[in-house]
């Protein structure tokens, strides 16, 4: 049995951040999930994906985050508790369906999880979702545990049905990724079969409709701002003059903060959990008690402009601060450390000098950036590609997954990304504005999230541009998840499902140049590769090799490590141009690692003294 | 209850995640409460992997304040000196399986290698007490984490852990041939 379908309830157990959202869902009765996966949200997919299977829940991989809002949109609007779950960036994919669907509305308990990642962990910008809330109009919750987390995510799914309007639950990742003890509560039967009632003149958006569903939409707004009014999750704790208002992790901190400070006397915490729309009264109470306010929130300054404001209509003048150059930035994670030199240095108490820590006499220490795997198939199609193209002017635009790493030297097969899919259509772009011969790098997860629709685009505009897609089998960066490409069948995972062949897709929407190429074949894949280049138009190579991790997972890698003979004579392409991380510097000799390496030949078939033998060879 | 702050350090790929997670249940066994945090996504690819342990908290931040880890554990020789750069408290303990995994940099050729000695000499000046292991005998890389513990148990590096505990936390999470490889190796 799956340990979130432990029915024991009053049990203390540990979990990680997102098994404990995942088992909030269970307890109050997720009957319908889908999702994209994507750090740091991944696990709370992986574990409904696996409770799936011992369940009546339904759960789905889909395509990208908009088919998944949408999915979710109708099962919620047949009366299921759905949740729908997403990284932050996520959430601009499905950004179109969410502004609708608030006006929309749902009839069983909507809950959308955007993880938000302060300080980019894995991930390309660090925009605050909070916004989200604002702009759609819908209710936020933002946990500041792991065990608030699973009570917020089941609070979630009543408060959406109460309102009748999806919920947005915002963690972020030190929520995601932390582990804590949670109490186990009851395990319902949930609803698992919905019925859509017909409603045209209330569910079909034609500009007519949407002017009186806008109108809901704020009366809805009214009603969830007397919840949060009421909500627990807008608690206040102490009573003295200094103001401190604070939200999801940054809460923690500031408890330990005034802990270590010793100011709990002089202090008052608003904690903000329901933080769309802002408890108005209570806020203003609040403030009306304080001398001053220090807001600590993570990202943008949206509770600090919001209490400004609300201070504002009170007819208040303390003074409010938070974001400033002496102060908090909107940069990055803050740090426990910080919160309280902070907020120590604003209400003018001293902070214990931290520990001293001598810098001086110690090497410097080698950065250690992340790189493909000892075997990634990655490497090998770029160093093809970087063969084929040496003799032109390039521009290679990339994609969002592990093949990002390309962009590091020794490979440097990265020159443009903006987000999932740019690949493909910033092709499109370049291939205009320039005369440079364009690249680009799609995985196969991201072809489908995003790229089908951009290639369509280069063969309807006729660019000239060439698109390697990276085909490892699996959603490789986010877990290993499968995507439509992948046959699931002989991945142990049922038979419920039907693969999409990449290559039927680009053929079919109309490419002329497609070639398959294994890319451990290096020769051959570089002559591939320069007829393509050659192709005048839209050309498409496509990369099949499993990806070594999941094949070691899946107990489908025969290794077959190798070893540098004595023919060596330190050349080093193997280090200096392929960056294998299975080599390593013997005194002046490259070695290989035969734990890590797994055997593709790359290296030996580069090795211009062809010194790279099978490890169990006599030469 | 005194807080009790463990740094975990390693490359993606080492097993630093079930390390930390092992330490996590056993210290729950133990009765003590614990909050943890760990990295995931792309730093996994062979970039620097973190675990934060903070036991004595039972609803806290797991995150620990700059430089007051009581105990940092790493797996590598080079992770050993960053953790001890960016975590470790004057008077604490750093413990560390003494393998190299080089950096690109060093591999190229443009950073130099730190040594076991760079490191004893950075920990005597930071009045950070060094526990070296290595395992002659310890043919699987795979089990430096676990090598790592026995040592961690031995010289009893984590206050109110007991060898039940561990093997408790054990059992929890790995099974089969894995399981039985690390306990034999943790008892031998």
């Known amino acids: ?619 | 209850m005194t807080t009790f702050n463990i740094y975990l350090i390693g490359v993606g790929g080492q097993g630093i995640g079930l390390l930390s997670e092992i330490i996590l249940r056993a210290a729950d066994h133990s009765g003590q409460s614990a909050v943890a945090v760990d990295t995931h996504g792309l730093a996994q690819r062979g970039g620097v992997v973190v675990s934060q342990i903070r036991l004595g908290i039972a609803a806290g931040t797991p995150l620990i304040p700059g430089h007051q880890a009581d105990l940092v554990v790493s797996l590598e020789r080079h992770e050993a000196m960053r953790g001890l750069d960016s975590a470790a408290r004057p008077g604490g303990t750093l413990i560390y399986y003494d393998t190299v995994w080089q950096p690109l940099g060093v591999r190229t050729g443009e950073a130099a290698e730190i040594s076991a000695e760079d490191l004893a000499a950075a920990c005597q000046e930071r009045q950070v007490r060094l526990v070296s292991v290595h395992d002659p005998d310890l043919t699987d890389a795979r089990q430096q984490n676990m090598r790592v513990l026995k040592t961690i148990h031995q010289e009893g590096l984590v206050p109110g852990i007991s060898q039940a505990d561990y093997l408790q936390a054990m059992d929890d999470l790995m099974t089969g041939g894995m399981l039985a490889s690390n306990r034999k190796l943790f008892l031998d």
Request: overall charge neutral; aromatic content about 6%; hydrophobic content about 40%.
């Open chain 1, 1 to 619: 049995m799956h340990k979130l379908l432990n029915d024991a309830p009053g049990e203390e157990i540990f979990l990680l951040g997102n098994d404990a959202i995942a088992r909030g869902a269970i307890e109050a009765g997720v009957a319908f999930a889908s999702t994209y996966p994507g750090t740091p949200s991944s696990e709370i997919s992986l574990a409904l994906y696996q409770v799936s299977q011992e369940s009546d829940l339904y759960f789905e991989y889909s395509t990208n985050e908009k088919v998944a809002l949408e999915v979710a949109s109708a099962a919620a609007n047949c009366g299921l508790r759905t949740m729908c779950m997403m990284k932050h960036v996520g959430l601009n994919v499905a950004a179109d369906p969410l502004m609708t669907l608030a006006y929309v509305g749902v009839t069983g308990g909507l809950v959308i999880l955007t993880a938000d990642d302060p300080a980019m962990f894995s991930s390309q910008n660090e925009q605050d979702n909070r916004y989200y809330a604002k702009l759609a109009g819908l209710p936020m919750l933002e946990p500041s545990s792991v065990a608030e987390a699973k009570e917020m995510t089941a609070h979630a799914f009543e408060l959406s049905e109460k309102l009748k309007t999806p919920v947005l639950l915002r963690t972020t990742t030190r929520i995601n990724h932390s582990s804590g003890v949670v109490t186990l509560g009851k395990l319902p039967r949930p609803k698992t079969k919905g019925a859509f009632k017909k409603d045209p003149f209330n569910l079909v958006t034609v500009p007519a409709v949407s002017r009186r569903l806008h109108v809901s939409l704020l009366e809805k707004l009214e009603r969830a701002l007397i919840l949060s009014e009421e909500s627990d999750y807008n608690r206040i704790e102490g009573n003295g003059p200094w103001g401190v208002v604070c939200n999801g992790v940054g809460y923690s901190y500031v408890a330990d903060a005034i802990q270590d400070l010793n100011i709990s006397d002089q202090t008052s915490v608003l904690r903000v959990g329901f933080s769309h729309p802002l408890p108005e009264k209570r806020i203003k109470a609040f403030l009306k008690g304080c001398e001053k306010v220090l807001v600590v929130e993570e990202g943008e300054p949206v509770l600090e402009e919001g209490i400004k404001a609300l201070a504002q209509e009170a007819g208040l003048t303390l003074t409010i601060r938070g974001k400033a150059p002496d102060l908090f930035s909107r940069l990055y994670e803050y740090d426990p450390a910080e919160v309280r030199q902070h907020l120590g240095t604003y209400f003018g108490v001293a902070v214990p000098a931290p520990a001293k820590v001598d810098l001086s006499g110690v090497p410097e220490i080698p950065q250690r950036p992340p790189n493909l795997c000892a075997g990634c198939s990655h490497r090998a199609t770029f160093y093809a590609v970087k063969q084929a193209a040496k003799a032109v002017e390039t521009i290679y635009p990339t994609d969002i997954g592990c093949y990002t790493l390309g962009l590091l030297p020794p490979l440097s097969m990265a020159d443009f990304l903006i987000c999932m899919g740019s690949s493909v259509s910033s092709s499109c772009g370049f291939a205009q504005a320039t005369d440079s011969k364009v690249i680009s790098f799609i995985g196969d997860s991201t072809f489908f999230h995003s790229g089908i629709t951009g290639l369509v685009n280069a063969v309807f505009n006729n660019h000239n541009l060439t698109l390697v897609i990276l085909d490892n089998g699996t959603t490789a960066m986010t877990g290993h998840q499968p995507n439509p490409g992948v046959e699931m069948a002989a991945h142990g995972r049922g038979t419920a499902h039907r693969r999409v062949s990449i290559e039927s897709v680009v053929r079919g929407v109309g490419v002329e140049h497609v070639t398959v190429i294994k890319p451990y074949k290096v020769k051959k894949s570089i002559a591939a590769i320069q007829a393509a280049l050659d192709f005048e138009g839209v050309s498409v190579i496509i990369s099949e090799e499993t990806c070594t991790l999941y094949a070691r997972g899946l107990k489908q890698l025969k290794k077959k490590a190798f070893r540098v003979s004595d023919r060596c004579v330190n050349h080093r392409d193997c280090i200096n141009e392929i960056a294998c991380p299975a080599f390593y510097l013997h005194g002046e000799r490259p070695q290989i690692n035969a734990n890590a390496c797994v055997g593709c030949a790359l290296c030996a078939q580069i090795c211009p003294e062809n010194a790279i033998l099978p490890l169990k060879s006599s030469a």
